[in-house]
Every structure is written in C-alpha cells, then in structure tokens.
C-alpha cells in the first residue's frame, strides 16, 4: 500500500510540474556537433555571420561568430550554450553582452519565460508560446508586462538542430530573415 501511494504521488507530483510537463527544449544537439564546424548565414539586412563550434570552455558549449556586414562595423562574437543546447549568453563586440536567465525561451516548446539582460544592466523579462510542426517552428512573444502578443516568428530546423532559417515580421511591419548558406563539418 505504501509502495502505491509513493508512486501516486510521485506521478501527480510529475504531472503538475509546469516544467516538466509542457516545456520542451529544442536545443542545439550539442553533444553531436563535431568540434570545428562551420556555419555560414546570411540575413535580409545584408549581414554575414560565420559560426566555428569550439567546443565545451568550463560550464558552456561555445561558438566564435565572425559578423560582417553591419553598419557599425565588422566583430568577432561568442554565443554560449548550455548542455542542453539552450543560448545562454552572447558576448559582442568589445563590452556588449547578453545574458538570458535560464536560458533563451525561443526555442522551447510550449510556455516559457525568461529575463534578459544586456550591459546596460536592463533588465525585462519575456514570455514565449512556441508550436512545432514537423522541422518548424512558430513562437509568439511579448515582454511580461504587456498583454498583446507580438507576430510571429517562424524557424526551420536542419541538421543537430541548428536554425536554418527564421523570418520574423518586425513591430514596424518590416520583414526580416536569416538563413544558413553552407554548413562545413570539420
């Protein structure tokens, strides 16, 4: 008997996790990345980013990113990941940074929220829907404190998960979009 009402609790306890179950993560297959890949994309703006895969650095899993293309200029960035292949952080041209708190929602099934932080030390916390059909995906999101939802956005999923392209109609009614070139395994 008691072996029954552990299980029964245990299952309810399973059941109304919010986390556990409704989100999903999509994450880069980082364990399957082979160390040295090469990514190449393009947007709609004009800019180029060339991903390089190094590999585990301490607690993350990072990417140098040559970006070429922007108006203020050509830099060298770091995207870092957690083990579950979810963004954590991204460290831009000289003291831009960005840190998401767990982790970047986009790419997590269901319901998500998340605080962003650049820094400026500001600070706002986002809350996403995302669906999934098939290899795409279409996240909705809006900051926290409003109630509106913003359009669309909508990502196409290839190899180790990696996000071929993504389109996204902006709050000003312009479209943009980013899509993968050439991937280069090492």
């Known amino acids: 008997m008691n072996k029954f009402i552990t299980a029964l609790c ?4 399973f059941f109304l996790n919010p986390i556990s179950s409704q989100a999903q993560t999509i994450g880069l297959k980082i364990n399957e990345i082979p160390k040295g890949l090469v990514i190449h994309s393009v947007s709609s703006n004009g800019e180029k980013l060339v991903a390089t895969y190094l590999g585990q650095k301490g607690r993350t899993y990072d990417f140098s990113v040559q970006v070429s293309g922007r108006k ?3 830099f060298t960035a770091r995207e870092k990941y957690d083990a579950q292949g979810r963004m954590v952080r991204w460290i831009g041209n000289g003291s831009y940074n960005e840190k998401w708190i767990p982790h970047y929602c986009e790419f997590t099934l269901g319901s998500c929220v998340h605080k962003h932080r650049d820094q400026y030390s500001r600070g706002r916390t986002w809350v996403y829907q995302i669906e999934r059909k098939g290899d795409m995906l279409t996240s909705l999101r809006r900051l926290k404190s409003e109630s509106k939802w913003r359009a669309p956005k909508t990502v196409t999923l290839g190899p ?3 996000r071929m392209k993504q ?3 902006r709050t000003d009614g312009t479209k943009w979009w980013r899509k993968v070139t050439k991937i280069v395994e090492p």
């Open 72 to 74: 203020s200029g050509n």
């Open 160 to 162: 180790y998960n990696i």
């Open 167 to 169: 389109e996204i109609t």
């Open 10 to 13: 245990l299952g309810a306890a």
